[in-house]
């Protein structure tokens, strides 16, 4: 008996006398309130609530809810009962589960035929409530749990929320939706809100007969009540997490199609926007039916619906049978939407279909420190399956974007690691980031890459059968699909192709054996990303792994320390001067080396941008690159290309390469003609100009300005202004058009403003095309009068995203009363919808004439904000971060510093803070750096006279 044990034993103890405390109190309170029978007893005295935790007790696990709601769409709130059958596993005095704003108006116990009241108590620091039979519960038996609640409908954009919107006649139109990921079930009914706890549900929606009712199941029958309202019945789900179930109450129209395997697919819209419902349909049908062949896996459910929901804070949310979206994410428009607006719809549809049947719904991450599991594959399959189904729409060329938003967040020190501890509410919000996302499906890619397609898709296979209806944590991904990949002939004990097996393969690793888990957990389980040096000496080329970290120097006193720990498993790809063949390398320790078969005069790591990771190859292995691609740039792929510019770029900021060397880099780019690098070049100019420009370093932006324009001059002017092309050359002509207006080349502005005026005269009825409409607008917006005539056609628009390309135009204009004047439109929330709010000052922040303004308006506007969005939502933290992450100053950080502190005051931990606070420290530090060698290298490489050309 250990010393332990005695602790623990005594503690037992301790804890059941005040749990008998406890109940004296609850019995004479009861005695004060009559008989307690049906009572609510409300306390947030944690001492008298028998649960301290956050996560729920996992003595009680419900197997089936039969949920009613009935919403009043005229009074604005709910009344609702629940029955939940629950197994419970031991004997217990109590049952805990999660209620957040709900007032609970009856609790009962029902077993054998009998029926007994429940006093309830409430804690809501963890959005908990304790249910308390009159006498204990026998373990290993079943109970129902009938609970009747009610509340008002949210404001906001979780849990079961309202949404009102104008018709073009002027009605007003009302309707509830909901949306619960993570943790917002618990505000439209009481439930066992945790991913884990999985069931079946019979829903049941009151409704007036002017409206229709959609949840997650087909609907089997309607009945008349007497009071002249309609109830629904659907049918029961499939097994699923609460954060699945949805509903949603109001107006609204829809198509429909079937797809070969017998699903009905329908896309729902208000009315009004009904006609721009049918692409999505098309691509609805298409990738479904894409997803069920590529898994060998049939989607379980008889219908699918997607719906457009006036109001909705994210992109969309992956409900079972029943998506919801924002409307720029669903509906489509030949005449209005862009090629970037049908790329987005396209891939947002199969980044919520990839959920639907596959990752998240059928296999649900055991808790929310694994959200990459849905999120990371989500986005992921987004590329694989649009990329099947819609080449033309050349996916393939964003997914180095991706990746480079990852590695953004991840060369920070405040980023986290994809597997990540999360418990409060807030915390798990947070969760829902880059990392998860973008950082999770660039990790998948590598080891995609690494494993081969064949491989990789047998492995996940048979984790989505291993695992249907239940839920998996990282380690059982990698076991099962490390245990696919040795059922297909790799050697046992380990994962390296045996000799005779390696010539079949093209994948092929130096290894001697390789353990996935291991392997795959250096990416999921430590944070950051991994920076290789390439040195060659002769035929030996000499490999080190360290950690990336920008805006750190070498000889920065804490370099060690953030160093201190960190390798990963890294499957290396290299391709030579010599040969373009692909050679393979598993680096797992600090240091190695690789020999050359013969001379070669470079060397490219990271074939196609594969793998996740930086590669520096040192001051002649840079050189060598650069010749190469002044001589040949043809003789890498335009995503090694790419590759090289970014890593080059991000090498700066550690003081590895000088800016002007790695602007050398960029100087081919004149030759470029793929679009990708191109605009990979362009962007990040514009990045540092934009950074010059809020700064009022003037001189520098404008040689910067000059520069751009002069140096792009001839692929600039080439761009047509019509929609004809490419996914790729559409998409570069937005672009390029877009930043020639706004740096004012004058070639630029005339032919905008002679559009934009064109267009107004015709009354805003000629049809513009569509991938000009933002230089269009841009240009137009500057005059107040232009800017006037705008803001009518947003708020008389139907098309969503027509709307945000308007609504962009606007916050660009350079008068600062103008720009005010759209965020109170943005706080009304009529005009511009509070959804929107969140990007609009975001865009105005950008905007240097309206930086201080959105900056004070976050601070002073605080708590208003704070009502009306989740304090961990994306958009919250997209606020934070897009009015001070630009700042490059020492006194804004202070200010910034001030206000953070201000908000821990107040209770709030976020760490999207962190971020911030890093992202200015980084750009002060790149400044005091790299401004005099960029005005330095602009004035050798401006040419006398570029003014000409503006
Ligand atoms: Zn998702």
Redesign the pocket.
């Given at each position: 008996m250990s010393s332990d044990y005695l602790a623990t034993f005594s503690n037992m103890a301790r804890i059941a006398k005040q749990h008998l405390v406890r109940m004296l109190r609850i019995a004479m309170s009861c005695l004060l309130v009559s008989a307690c029978s049906g009572l609510t007893i409300k306390t947030d005295n944690s001492e008298s609530f028998p649960w301290s935790k956050m996560r729920l007790p996992t003595n009680v696990v419900p197997n089936h809810y039969d949920l009613s709601i009935h919403p009043n769409l005229t009074t604005m709130n709910f009344t609702g009962t629940v029955k939940i059958s629950v197994d419970v596993k031991q004997d217990i005095s109590y049952i805990v589960l999660h209620s957040k704003g709900l007032e609970i108006t009856m609790a009962k116990i029902l077993a054998d035929g009998m029926e007994q009241d429940m006093t309830v108590l409430e804690h809501h620091p963890h959005e908990q409530i304790a249910l308390l039979p009159p006498h204990q519960l026998q373990g290993q038996r079943k109970y129902q749990l009938y609970i009747e609640f009610q509340a008002d409908l949210a404001d906001g954009f979780d849990g079961f929320y309202k949404s009102t919107y104008r018709t073009q006649n002027g009605y007003k139109r009302v309707l509830a939706a909901t949306d619960f990921e993570p943790t917002a079930a618990r505000m439209a009914f009481p439930c066992f809100d945790e991913p884990l706890f999985k069931s079946t549900f019979s829903i049941k929606i009151r409704r007036e007969r002017r409206h229709i009712a959609l949840s997650n199941m087909p609907k089997m029958q309607t009945v008349e009540h007497e009071d002249g309202l309609v109830e629904d019945t659907f049918d029961k789900s499939v097994k699923m997490s609460t954060y699945l179930v949805a509903y949603v109450i109001g107006d609204f129209r829809s198509i429909s199609a079937t797809t070969s395997t017998g699903v009905k697919i329908s896309v729902y819209a208000v009315p009004e926007k009904w006609s721009q419902t049918h692409y999505a349909l098309e691509v609805a049908v298409k990738l479904l039916e894409f997803f069920e062949a590529y898994f060998n896996i049939s989607y379980p459910l008889p219908k699918q619906d997607l719906i457009a929901i006036p109001d909705f804070q994210g992109g969309a949310m992956?409900n079972w049978g029943l998506i919801t979206y924002r409307e720029t994410a669903l509906l489509y428009d030949p005449q209005m939407s862009s090629a970037t607006d049908k790329l987005w719809i396209t891939k947002v549809i199969g980044?919520e279909l990839a959920?639907q049947q596959w990752f998240g719904n059928l296999v649900t991450m055991e808790w929310w420190n694994d959200i990459w599991l849905?999120?990371g594959f989500?986005r992921y399959m987004e590329r694989l399956s649009v990329n099947s189904t819609y080449p033309e729409l050349q996916v393939d060329d964003y997914f180095s974007n991706v990746c480079f938003g990852a590695m953004a967040k991840d060369c920070l020190n405040s980023s986290r690691p994809i597997s990540n501890p999360a418990e409060t509410p807030v915390q798990i919000m947070e969760m829902f980031d880059t990392v998860s996302y973008t950082q999770g499906a660039c990790v998948l890619n590598m080891l995609r890459d690494f494993l081969s397609e064949e491989v990789f898709q047998s492995g996940i296979i048979r984790y989505l059968e291993k695992y249907s209806y239940s839920n998996a944590r990282s380690a059982d991904l990698w076991n099962t699909i490390a245990n696919a990949s040795s059922e297909r002939e790799f050697s046992t004990g380990g994962f390296c192709y045996t000799s005779s097996q390696a010539e079949k393969r093209a994948h092929q690793y130096t290894c001697d054996s390789l353990d996935l888990r291991e392997m795959m957990d250096t990416w999921t389980q430590q944070m950051g990303i991994p920076l290789i040096t390439v040195n060659r000496t002769g035929h030996n080329i000499h490999i080190q792994q360290e950690r990336f970290l920008k805006g750190v120097l070498d000889d920065d006193a804490d370099y060690a320390t953030l160093q201190s720990g960190y390798q990963w498993h890294i499957p290396l790809t290299y391709y030579t001067s010599s040969s373009r063949h692909v050679h393979r390398h598993l680096l797992k320790s600090k240091t190695d080396t690789i020999q050359l078969e013969g001379d070669v005069s470079w060397i490219k790591f990271n074939v196609d941008m594969n793998g996740y990771y930086i590669v520096h190859y040192g001051e002649e292995g840079w050189e060598a690159l650069t010749q190469l691609l002044d001589q040949d740039h043809t003789a890498i792929s335009s995503k090694d290309r790419t590759n090289l510019i970014h890593n080059a770029l991000q090498l700066v900021s550690t003081g590895k390469l000088s800016l002007d060397r790695a602007l050398n880099l960029t100087h081919y780019l004149k030759k470029e003609t793929d679009n990708i690098p191109l605009l990979q070049g362009i962007s990040y100019l514009n990045v540092v100009y934009r950074l010059m420009e809020r700064k009022n370093n003037t001189d520098t932006a404008e040689n910067l300005k000059k520069y751009i324009l002069w140096y792009f001059k001839d692929v600039i002017d080439k761009q047509t202004w019509s929609d004809t092309g490419s996914v790729s050359e559409r998409r570069l002509r937005s672009e390029l058009l877009e930043l020639a207006c706004d740096l004012g080349y004058t070639p630029c502005v005339s032919r905008a403003s002679q559009i934009f005026n064109e267009w107004v005269a015709s009354n805003g009825t000629r049809s513009l095309p569509t991938d000009i409409l933002r230089p269009v607008f841009l240009t137009g917006a500057q005059d107040e009068e232009n800017w006037n005539y705008l803001l009518e056609a947003y708020k008389n628009s139907l098309y969503s995203s027509y709307k945000s390309k308007i609504l962009y135009a606007l916050t660009n204009c350079k008068d600062a009363e103008r720009l005010a004047k759209l965020i109170d439109l943005g706080m009304e929330g009529e005009v511009i919808r509070t959804q929107d709010l969140p990007s609009l000052i975001v865009t105005i922040s950008r905007n240097p004439a309206g930086q201080a303004l959105a900056w004070n308006f976050v601070r002073q506007n605080w708590q208003k904000l704070l009502e009306r969005f989740h304090v961990g939502s994306s958009s919250f933290r997209g606020i934070l971060k897009g009015t001070t992450g630009h700042f490059s100053t020492k006194s804004e950080l202070e200010e910034v510093k001030t206000f953070f502190d201000s908000l821990k005051s107040q209770g709030l931990q976020l760490k999207v803070t962190e971020l911030v606070l890093e992202m200015i420290q980084k750009n002060i530090r790149w400044l005091e750096r790299n401004l005099h060698v960029l005005n330095k290298w602009l004035s050798e490489n401006i040419p006398l006279a570029p003014a000409v050309f503006l």
């Open positions: 992956e980044h959920h849905n999120e989500a």
